[in-house]
């Protein structure tokens, strides 16, 4: 197994991933919508969904996981050209959303300038338990190392009881417990964990 930075050949495995790690989305736009929206953003650089901050297990040919991290200052640099890119795409469909979008940017991915950020860890379920999760997250915390950050951190919802313990075994700790309300029907609640580097 590598692990290896994102091409752009990846966008269908990247928004299949995405999507496991983050079902919301689907919720948000629809299933369609989101895998559109998600790998529009892939292929375009400088934005927080891009390829360039994707790291992607391989095996042969296969494709096992992918892990998606930032620090503060790509963060702050991408934020803005990423909701432009949500909104050339989705249109009025960005503003219905909207105060979902905002009610997730206020709670989950805020960071200081010692942080860096894993946004989404995903691996298929037919090889998990492979070692596959664990190979990505060092990775992603060699880059975390290699760009100056003291912490890593990052939001896993508290259902998913599996990634927690999988954070804890590998040095991480439950910093708070947040809910976001992001429709009438959908609450989700969040663990934020971190990790001195």
Known sequence: MVVRKGTLEDKNHFSELVLLAAPFFSKLFGEKRAVELLQLLYEHDRNLFS???CLFAQD????LGLVVGYDWQTKQNEQLSTGYLMIKHLGLQFFKALPALLKLDAQVSRISREDYYIAFLAVYQQVQTRG?????????EEDAVSCGAKFICLDVETENENAVRFYQKRGYRIERTFSVNLTQEV???FHRMKKKT
Do not use: E
């Open 60 to 63: 042969g040919d296969d494709i």
């Open 187 to 189: 609450v989700l609640h």
């Open 132 to 140: 596959v999760g664990t190979a990505l997250m060092k990775r992603a």
């Open 51 to 53: 390829f360039s901050h």
